[in-house]
């Protein structure tokens, strides 16, 4: 795998767990939720949280981060979601710009109730 291509999947993780975060809190269950699905809805985010985008608002990455946070209804999705992100962020490491994906979810009108981290524990998703 190419340094390119690490940095895409690690920024997709990351992303991820962004947005699982937002709909934070656990149950145990099987997601419904690909991480295919998910890293397909947060390609568009890629460029910007990798420092490539001076954009406010990245094109097509807030409509995917809204179309997640809809589609992921139940905690079982949600928690899915953030293991996919935790995933993906742990691949790309240091290549993402972390003061832009703090700031992502809110640039895109998703307000969470949970600080996001590549840190947090998808268990308690909820």
């Known amino acids: 795998m ?25 149950l145990h269950a099987e997601a419904a939720i690909s991480c295919n699905t998910v890293y397909s809805k947060l390609m568009p985010c890629l460029s ?6 001076k954009q406010a608002s990245p094109a097509g990455c807030c409509s995917g981060i809204q179309s997640l946070y809809t589609v992921a209804s139940t905690a079982a999705d949600r928690q899915g979601v953030c293991s996919c992100l935790k995933s993906g962020a742990a691949s790309l490491g240091s290549s993402i710009d972390t003061n832009k994906a703090e700031t992502l ?4 009108g998703v307000t ?11 268990s308690k998703v909820q």
């Open 105 to 108: 979810l809110s640039k895109c």
């Open 2 to 26: 190419t340094s390119s291509q690490m940095q895409k999947t690690s920024a997709y993780c990351f992303l991820l767990c962004m947005v699982v975060i937002s709909f934070s809190s656990v």
């Open 48 to 53: 910007y949280l990798m420092g490539g985008s």
């Open 112 to 122: 969470v109730p949970y600080k996001i981290s590549p840190n947090i524990d998808c």
